[in-house]
Nanobody
Framework: VQLQASGGGLVQAGGSLRLSCAASKVIFSISRMAWYRQAPGNQREFVASILSGGSTNYADSVKGRFTVSRDNAKNTVYLQMDDMRPDDTSVYYC????????????WGQGTEVTVSS
C-alpha cells in the first residue's frame, strides 16, 4: 500500500498550506484517513482524521485553523492549514487504518512544513 503525501513547504506565520495524500483505491475507500505530525525531538502527534463517511476529528491545537477533507473519487485526503503558527512546524504524515483502529496501519513518507515567524 502506498501513501503519497505532498504539499509541504515554507510559509510565514498567518499563512496557509494545503497538504495532499493519495492512497490506493481499495484502502482509501474503507479507511480512517488521518494526519499526524512530528517536530524534531518530539513524539508523533495526532492532527486530524476523517472517516469514509466524512466525520472528522481534530487535535485541540488545530481546531478552527485546519480542515481535513477527502475526495473519494481521487482517493486523496487533504489537510488545509490556515492561520499557521511557528509551532505548526513539523514533518506531516498521512495515515490509513481501519475505523476500529485494529488491523493494518499504513504511513506515508512525510512532508516537511516550516512556519517562519
Amino acid at each position: 500500500v502506498q501513501l503519497q503525501a505532498s504539499g509541504g513547504g515554507l510559509v510565514q506565520a498567518g499563512g496557509s498550506l494545503r497538504l495532499s495524500c493519495a492512497a490506493s483505491k481499495v484502502i482509501f475507500s474503507i479507511s480512517r484517513m488521518a494526519w499526524y505530525r512530528q517536530a524534531p525531538g518530539n513524539q508523533r502527534e495526532f492532527v486530524a482524521s476523517i472517516l469514509s463517511g466524512g466525520s472528522t476529528n481534530y487535535a485541540d491545537s488545530v481546531k478552527g485553523r485546519f480542515t481535513v477533507s477527502r475526495d473519494n473519487a481521487k482517493n486523496t485526503v487533504y489537510l488545509q492549514m490556515d492561520d499557521m503558527r511557528p509551532d505548526d512546524t513539523s514533518v506531516y504524515y498521512c495515515n490509513a487504518r481501519p475505523p476500529s483502529g485494529e488491523g493494518y496501519n499504513y504511513w506515508g513518507q512525510g512532508t516537511e512544513v516550516t512556519v517562519s515567524s
